[in-house]
């Protein structure tokens, strides 16, 4: 996956974040996938469940209950 510069997260639109404050970016499917797993480590369980509403809404074809 590729990183993100600031100058690029910060010309994603609020939509391409899966919570507000413009965190875990899913602007793409590599990413989403990276925010599934970064949220499962990290987030409360308020942000887990909201980040893979987020994941789901917008990339249906990802597992997000089996994703780590």
């Known amino acids: 996956m590729a990183q993100l510069t600031a100058h690029e997260r910060n010309r994603l639109p609020e939509d391409a974040f899966a919570l507000p404050g413009r965190a875990y970016p899913?602007?793409?499917e590599n990413?989403?996938?990276a925010?599934?797993?970064d949220v499962s480590r990290v987030g409360s369980p308020e942000e887990k469940r909201k980040v893979r509403a987020a994941v789901a809404l917008r990339y249906p074809n990802i597992d997000v209950q089996?994703?780590?």
């Open 31 to 33: 990413h989403a996938l």
């Open 35 to 37: 925010a599934l797993t």
């Open 66 to 68: 089996g994703a780590k």
């Open 26 to 28: 899913i602007h793409d």
